[in-house]
């Protein structure tokens, strides 16, 4: 069956850098893939969506890649700032099921 | 503001009992999800329903059920409740212009004592 794997639980990085985070997949090749953040207690908020034949996607300081041959994708956060700590979720249709959703990375932004 | 509401917020009751969680969508949108979120599971999609008809199932326990009305606002009706259904449960809507991207509601989190 597919698996999606998101690289950590936790990361936690100093305010102003980058964050990185992974998804990867195995047994499918979704079309495209998406990726939610949630806040403790409420519900995920989407932010983008890439497509198969994208191999990258910007929108202000959010950067996601998506690499079919590895199957991975990362997210990338800019200049960090503490309001950006939550918990990330990729996602992608499989089969019948409209989005599968991994487990999340919870990132932690220190200033 | 997703603009989709949940109702109640919170829900406590006992083992064997049945409970209704209510779901408005996005004004627009024809397409409703459920979802239940526990701490070890993650987000695990449950059924979904377009402009009132059942479009896709997944791991939802034959206890659990749901309908989508006419008004478009759906329910998941959850009967003899266990300990092990206590999670958040979240809606989500997805309209004709974007309708991959799904908005989610608020939630109900569900307490089984």
């Known amino acids: 069956s597919q698996k999606i794997e998101q690289n950590s639980e936790a990361l936690n990085i100093q305010e102003g850098k980058t964050a990185t985070l992974t998804c990867n997949y195995t047994n499918y090749s979704p079309a495209y893939l998406q990726w939610y953040r949630q806040d403790p207690g409420r519900g995920p908020v989407f932010l983008l969506l890439?497509?198969?034949?994208?191999k990258e996607k910007r929108k202000e300081r959010l950067k996601v890649t998506f690499d079919t041959t590895l199957k991975q994708s990362l997210f990338h956060i800019t200049a960090s700032q503490p309001a950006d700590s939550a918990t990330y979720l990729c996602?992608?249709?499989?089969?019948?099921?409209?989005?599968?959703f991994g487990k999340g990375t919870r990132l932690s932004v220190i200033a | 503001d997703s603009g989709v509401t949940q109702t109640p917020k919170h829900l406590i009751t006992a083992t064997g009992q049945r409970v209704t969680l209510r779901c408005s969508p996005r004004s627009g949108d024809l397409s409703v999800y459920w979802y239940q979120q526990s701490l070890d599971q993650g987000l695990q999609f449950l059924i979904q329903y377009y402009n009132g008809e059942e479009r896709a199932k997944g791991n939802i326990l034959e206890r659990f059920s749901a309908q989508q009305f006419p008004d478009l606002h759906s329910e998941l009706n959850l009967s003899s409740l266990e300990l092990g259904d206590s999670a958040l449960y979240f809606c989500a809507s997805s309209g004709p212009r974007n309708p991959y991207e799904q908005y989610f509601g608020p939630g109900t989190r569900l307490t089984v004592t």
């Open positions: 996602a992608f249709p499989s089969g019948n099921t409209p989005l599968v």
């Open positions: 890439i497509r198969e034949n994208e």
